[in-house]
Structures are given as C-alpha cells and as structure tokens.
C-alpha cells in the first residue's frame, strides 16, 4: 500500500499568500505607513494618485488623511499644506455623503482651530449629532483652546457647558485653560469655581497649572468675604479640605512654594492639612450601594436584623440591627453611634494564613492578633472599645474551649462583639456599619471587589485612605497603620487661604512641593516674614521650621489620634 506524500495535502499554513490586493486596500496600506511615518507629503502624493486613477475612496482613507493633515497644522514648515489638504479632503468627503465619525470630526476641529476659527470648530462638533455619533472631550478641545487662547471668554463657556450635557468631565488641561481664561479676563468667581473643579478632578497639578495659578493670586486682591460659622460648618458638611463659599479674606495674597511636613503641618504658613473625607451626600450614597447590594446577595432576614446572638443559644446581646426594605439606620445604631472604629475579626484571625492548609486560626484569634487589636485601638480611642464584627462559626470555636471561652465573654460583657449569622458574608457588615457609623475600619482587605461592584467611583478609595486602618505584627508586636494625617489634594481652608501640591517625580512625599498661598494675618508666622506679608512673593525651598515648637515635634505614630469618626457632622 502506497504511502501517501506530505506534499500532496498541503496544509493552510504552506500554502502561498495571496499578494495582490486591489487599489482601495493598497492605498490604505500606504497611508498608514505615511501616518505611522509621519510623511505629509508623500500621503498627498498618494491621495492625488487616487484622484487621478479614479480610486474608490472610503471613510478610513479620509480618516487617516485628516489625521495626518491635522498633526502638521500647528507645525510652521508644513501648516499652510496640511491646512489646504484638510479642508479639500474634508469637503471631498461630504461630497461623497460619507458620513464623518468621531474622529473625522476631531481632525476637522484641530484644523479649524490652527487656522484660528474656534467657531466652526465648535459648528463641527456640534453637528456630529446628526450622525448620531456622542462626541468626546478630545472633539471638544480645539474649539476650547482656541476660543481660550483668544480670550473670547463666553464662547469658551458655552463649550465648557456642552460638554457638561454630553456627560463628559473637564480633565487638568481643560480646566488650566479656562482658569487661565478667566483670570486674563479678571472673572474672580470663575477662577474660584475652577480651582474646584481642579480640586475634583486631580489629586496634584502640574507645573504649567501651578504657573497659571502664581500668575492669578500674585496680581489678584480680593474683598469678599463669608461668615466664620458658616465656613466651619460647610468644611464638616463637606468632609474636610474646603468649604466652598468663596473668597475669603482681604488684601494681597502670600504666594510660596514649600513642603508639608509628616504630620500635616505646611512649612509656609504652619497651617494644619486636614485629611479630606467624602461628603455626606456621598456617605448616604456609599451607605446605600452596599445596602442594596447586600440585600442582593444576603439572605434578608439576618441582614434586617443583625441576627440577634440568643439564636445561637448563647447569652449575647444584639449590637447592630439594620431595616432592609428602607435601609434607613435602625434604632439601636442610633442609639449606640459611639464606636470610634469597627473591627474586621475574620481578616485578623487570618493573618498570614494565605497557605493551602491555611485557615482562620482560633490561636491567633485569641493571641496575639484580635484581642491585642482590640485593646490597641481602646487605648487609642481614649478607652472607648471598638466593635468586632465576626461569624458565628468562628465564635462557636473560641466558645468550645474553655480558656478561650472567659476572653469572649469579656469582649460581650464590653460591647465590642456582634456576630454574623450562618449563610452571611461578614464583609456587608462591616462595611455598612464603618460607612454609617463614620468611623475607623482596622482591616488588610483592599476591599477590591467592592471597587468595581458598588460604586466604579473615585470617592471610594478617598474613603479608605481617610477611614482604613491597616495592622502587622513584627516578632508578635502589634502596629497599626493608621491614616494619613493628611491628604495630598489641593485644600482650602476655613481663614481663606489654599494649599496646592505639585506633580513630584519620587515616591517620598517629603520631596513634594505644594502651593502655599494664604492673606496678611493669615498664618501662624505673620510676624517672621517681614515685608513678603505686604506684596506676593513667590519662595522656593525646602521645608523651613521657623517656629521653635515645630523643631521638636515628632510623628509618633503610637499616639496617632483616632481621625476616622467625624462626630461635627450632621446624622
């Protein structure tokens, strides 16, 4: 029996490539190479050569000429070129009725803007509705900058109030530009509705930003002015950091650049940083999500109640108790709202388990974790115990020996536990409980998958850096990692004044330079400056103790106070 050859059945991988490709597929080809090459000319070339040869043209050849035409219309040498391709390949387009997209829009709006007409920009992105095509911040920023760059103020406006209908954020270069507008136009009240929105929208500003803004305050006294009860109770209302009502103060402004040192205290001013919580429409928000996914995913009744530990045949007394259908903070949380942090027991008693054999350990619940937790955190809180949240099976093991027996009911006898019921995952609990007690969360647990499931919002990880409390244990010695004392945003203070931080290249934020920018009288070291309190003057340089108490303070982080709980803040 013959052998059949290899040769005869050749597989899909030997067989020849095809290497024809018809005009309009090789005229794309070419294009991109002249896009990816950045050769203008040789692209017009191209295009010119499909004129001639009558070469069926489609979306994508325009899109990549435009693109192409639209990189060189700010470059001197070729400006006039590209800006006489674009418009002749654009109207070649329509003339066709190929209907442009997102990006033929774009390239068309940084082309009208080169040649310095913001108004057809801002025509062009408008008319993409037509196509029923959503335009993107990038379509917007030609006509943006453009109406920017020639101080035609409330056209810019009107630009920057479309893109808040289309949904869309403002980012650091947008809201510079108009900051920047508005300062040249002498609009004091949009410089400081922006210098919000920058705080919204950045943690840092980078160089060109800080410029913008020395610019505005050094040239700038403002007169206006707010009640001191009002402000205070607006930075509470607010979670810390800024107020919102305005101007505050009078006469010329202090500009300097300085650092913060560990505690939180600015080297400039010897202003205090706060570390800036989220607000109390987005605590009730935060409370509510994981309300309502706890109940998604929760069997209801345990987590309307709490369960009370008596059904566990144990002589426990009910600590929380939530009401599901409405989610609104039950009795017993009202009443007993003084926990200055809550306790994730499981996440303690696991520490360091994540081995294949590895489990919750009642050894290490008992000692050295949970309970040298619990009395850290007292003596922390000024002899205020917190609040354990723990699964019932867990407790069931501590309560089935006898020497660990008397340690749990020391902790009942204290108020500090409250058990999970069977079929409930723990981590509801807690986090509902840290959420509308306000208060601190000692946990490991990076709380990842609530990330993406509650909120797909940035105030979440604004709310663990000001409520998560993290722990180690170095040869069997407990330490906490409590929060920051501060928080790297740009702040506004109740006396007026404002503290920028600025873009840093290393991670040791000791190096970071900040913004100081404070009025006459408006800082602790008034007498110590001399004549820079009467004029702007900007300072560079490193942190300076100028005052003799703040050369011997040091950040102990053993007599850290307890920050989480905002106690001024309305139920």
Sequence with gaps: MATPSHHQNPTPSTKKKKTHKNPEANFLYELNSCSKSKDLKAAISLYDSALSNNTRLNQSHFNTLLYLCSTFATDPDSKDLALRYGFRVFDHMMALNIHPNEASITSIARLSAAKGDGDYAFEMVKKLGDYQVSPRLRTYEPALFCFCQKLEAEKAYDVEEDIDKMGLSLEEPQIAALLKLSANTWRGERVYNYLHKLRRSVRWVSEE??????????????????????????????????????WIGEGKWVVKKGNVEPNGRCCCCGEQLDCVDIDDVETEKFALSVAGLALEREVKANFREFQSCRQLGLDFRPLVQVDAPNFVVPDWLEKNADYEAIVDGANIGLYQQNFAEGGFSVLQVVYPTLDAVIKEMYTRSGNKWPLVILHNKRVRALLENPSHRKLVEEWMANGVLYTTPHGSNDDWYWLYATVKLRCLLVTNDEMRDHIFELLGSSFFLKWKERHQVRYTFLKGALKLQMPPAYSIVIQESEKGSWHVPIVCESDEESLRSWLCITRPGGCEDEGKTGSTMETCEIVNGPCCKSSENRNNEKCDDKTTSMTGKRKERSP
């Design 209 to 246: 930003t800080c410029k913008v803004l020395e610019d505005w305050f050094c040239c700038k006294a403002s007169e206006i002015g707010s009640d001191v009860g009002s402000v205070k109770e607006a930075i509470l209302r607010n979670g810390g950091g800024w107020h919102g009502l305005g």
